[in-house]
């Protein structure tokens, strides 16, 4: 955790030095095709958990991005998750156990994520056909905080389904701590393509009951998108 705060001050200690920087940050033999400078973008992603050998977790994500310069630039992205069970490794489980102690287990799947990152693009390049020009290439970092909304599943045995994660209806949300990196493409003046790699820290608590006595106690849980989108700048 104390790494985590150093790497999300040094981002904000940067951001804050760069408000008042020249626009000119980048200096080049070419100019760039397309200018960030002080413009929007709005960016449709889709998203897919890279490490949850449980639940494959998917979902579509909007982002607003406002590009203070050519270097830095802030986002409020709000994404949306859908859940589906691993049939296969929950079978397996069921083979292993007895539905009895297999219908106790639970299961905290993401419903909803918002978040506010800032982007620090650190190298860009051009695509170029012969002398023809095809985009902007630029190599991104982000950090930021964010909320995680989570709703509290089983596993339905009674599902016509092999295995359903069945909802009750109990909500929560919990902080997190997204950092990753990404690279992007802007083309024709106001479009882009952009892939990241996010990763998604959070503290999760929970409770062991010893002796009669709830004990609070808490594991580092990380949420591992890959992303996929294109976007629109104005």
Do not use: C
């Not at 080049?28 to 400078?37: F, R, T």
């Not at 992603?45 to 639940?55: A, D, I, K, M």
């Not at 982007?119 to 950090?143: E, H, P």
């Amino acid at each position: 955790m104390r790494m985590q705060r150093f790497i999300f001050l040094g981002f904000f200690l940067f951001a804050l030095n760069s408000f008042g920087a020249s626009e000119n940050l980048l200096y080049v033999a070419q100019p760039k095709s397309v200018m960030l400078v002080n413009r929007f973008e709005l960016v449709l992603s889709g998203l897919y958990n890279l490490n949850n050998r449980y639940v494959g977790e998917s979902g579509l994500s909007l982002a607003g991005i406002y590009h203070i310069n050519e270097v830095i630039a802030l986002e409020l992205q709000g994404s949306w998750l859908l859940n589906r069970a691993n049939s296969d490794l929950f079978q397996k489980i069921m083979l292993a156990k007895n539905n009895e102690a297999f219908s106790l287990a639970r299961y905290y799947r993401s419903v909803w994520n918002l978040q506010a990152l800032v982007r620090w693009n650190v190298i860009y390049g051009k695509i170029s056909f012969y002398d023809f020009v095809l985009g902007d290439l630029g190599i991104y970092f982000l950090a930021g905080l964010g909320f995680l909304g989570l709703e509290l599943v089983k596993p339905d045995l009674n599902s016509a389904k092999p295995v359903h994660l069945k909802g009750h209806g109990v909500l929560s949300s919990q902080f997190t701590t997204p950092f990753g990196f990404g690279l992007a493409l802007y083309f024709l003046q106001h479009f882009s393509i952009r892939f990241e790699i996010r990763d998604n820290i959070q503290v999760v608590w929970t409770e062991k009951n010893t002796g009669g006595y709830d004990i609070p106690l808490f594991n580092i849980s990380h949420k591992m998108w890959a992303m996929l989108g294109v976007g629109y700048v104005f």
